[in-house]
Each structure stands twice: as C-alpha cells, then as structure tokens.
C-alpha cells in the first residue's frame, strides 16, 4: 500500500474516532427510541445482551479480527486478504463450534426435568410453592443453578411470583421449559391441588423431549463433522497456497482481487448453508412477555388522550 493510501486511512481513522468520542461525551438530544434492525444486529455481534464473560470474550474475538484484517492487509497489499483474515478469525470458531447450542440446549433441559422432580418432592412433603423453590435453590443442577439461584432470592425478596416466573422462563428461554414454569404460575395464581401430580406430568414430557432431542443431535454429527473437516481443510489449503508468491501473483490486481472476494463470498455463504441444513428448527415460546411501549409512545399515547378530553 502506497504512503498516500496509508496516510488517508489514518486520517479518516482519526476522524472517526474523534468524532466517537465526542459523540460519548457530549450525547444528542434525540431522545431514546428503539435500536433500528441494524443498530440491533450490531448489538448483538458485539456480544451486547450476554453475560459478562461471554460478552469479553465476543469483544476480545472481534478485536482480534479487526487486528488480523489489519495486519494481513498491510503486510500483503491486498484488501481482500485483509477480509479473509478478519472473516477466517469470526467465523472460525462460528464453524467449528457448530452444534454446541443444541448440546448446551439439550443439558439445561435435563436439568430443568431434575429440578421439577427436586421441587415434586418438596411439594410432596409439605412445603408450598415459594419455600419449594426457595429449597430447591441449593440443590439445583449445575446448568440452571445461576437461574434458580435468582429465582428463589427475587421471591425472597418479595416480587411477585407471576413477574419472578417470567424472568426465569426468560433466562432458561425454551418451549419445554415454557410448560413447566405455567404449571406454577397457574399455581402460584389459583392455589390449585395436586401441584405434585402436574409435575410429575411436566417432568415426564420434558424427559420425553431430552431423549428425542438427543437422538436427533446424534444424527446430526456426521453433517457436523463435515462442516468442521471443510473448514479446517479450506484454511489449510488457503495457507498452502497463498503462502506460494507465483501463484498469489495474478490475485494482486484489482480483478484477481475481485475474482478472490467473489470467491471468498461464494465459500463464506456455502459453509453457513450447510452449518444451517444441521441447525434444529426453533420452536416458538408461549411464556412471552409483550414488549413495553417507548417512553416517546407512552409521553404521545397520554397527550393525544388530554387533547382528546380537551375537545370534549
């Protein structure tokens, strides 16, 4: 890369973040609203939205492709290469760890089934509802032992149990777990008989659920191991071959480098096909809460009722 292209890319570099920083300091006045869809999808790349040390760990993966795109485009010449590095540092471990979301899945629900037959039996021996979960907190498998934890200290605390029920069923955020949670929330709002023997059901059907979805995620791993055997095996080979000069030559032009990117997007979009044929199909939730409406929605909603009155 030449002095002068150097040159205007720290420049807008610095513009950039002058104006980031200016921007932090000083705020707008456009009041808050919701995230635009992009501005969403941002949020979540940047590992907004997880828990701490997932979070760090998203953000210490993008710094770290930033870094590569970076270096590998001014060691080479090449914006492309550049790409491909920043892309090979992102979706390496996206590839590679397919499949470890279904298994993750899979594990709390398991535990989810062991802790309705923990809360059965405190049920069964006399305890209500809240003391049940409350007791439960510190016999709680290991996969939903943070969940249960801030459950049972939220009833402590005195919040409703309608509202503390949600909040788990959000954080656990599975359609089996859905039917176990309305079970007591039906309780916890009626009062009802025979709590032990509805979860004696609920238990049975989300035992039921871990062993088929077990063995679909066992037929699932051949096409697995294929994601992950192409994925190691086309860095290899990218390596292999870049790493001789005569070959990478006619990519340093700027059609080989067009020719190289439409490439890269053709293999990018073929091995996020694939990784999504061994995806399991979502199933949608029933326990959700409806979104509140903005600040702006709410100041809007109440002056158009006080004009409303006005008029009358």
Request: glycine share 8%; hydrophobic share 55%; charged share 15%.
């Amino acid at each position: 890369m030449s002095p002068a292209a150097l040159a205007s890319l720290a420049a807008a570099a610095l513009a950039a973040g002058m104006t980031l920083a200016i921007a932090g300091l000083v705020g707008t006045r456009r009041p808050a609203g919701p995230p635009a869809p992009s501005t969403a999808r941002l949020a979540v790349l940047a590992g907004v939205g997880l828990p701490v040390r997932a979070r760090r760990a998203r953000q210490g993966l993008l710094a770290v492709a930033v870094a590569a795109t970076a270096a590998v485009w001014l060691l080479t010449g090449w914006p492309v290469g550049g790409l491909i590095a920043g892309l090979a540092v992102l979706g390496g471990p996206w590839l590679l760890t397919v499949g470890a979301a279904e298994r993750r899945m899979i594990a709390r629900l398991e535990a989810v089934e062991a802790w309705t037959r923990r809360l059965k039996d405190l049920v069964r021996t006399g305890h209500g509802l809240i003391s049940g979960i409350v007791t439960s907190a510190r016999t709680a498998p290991a996969p939903i032992a943070c969940e249960v934890s801030e459950l049972a200290a939220a009833l402590q605390a005195g919040t409703d149990p309608q509202v503390a029920l949600d909040r788990f069923a959000d954080s656990l955020a599975d359609f089996e777990a859905d039917e176990v949670i309305a079970a007591l929330k039906l309780h916890a709002s009626d009062r009802g008989q025979r709590l032990s023997d509805v979860l004696t059901s609920v238990a049975r059907s989300a035992a039921s659920e871990v062993v088929m979805r077990r063995g679909v995620a066992a037929k699932r791993a051949e096409p697995r191991f294929v994601t992950r055997f192409m994925t190691v095996l086309i860095a290899v080979v990218l390596v292999v071959v870049f790493a001789n000069s005569a070959y990478a030559t006619p990519y340093g032009d700027a059609v080989g480098q067009l020719v190289l990117f439409a490439a890269t997007l053709l293999l990018v979009g073929l091995l996020a096909w694939i990784r999504h044929l061994t995806q399991p199909p979502q199933r949608r939730r029933f326990l959700i809460r409806p979104a509140a409406p903005a600040a702006g929605q709410d100041h809007l909603a109440g002056a158009g009722i006080g004009r409303q009155g006005a008029a009358r």
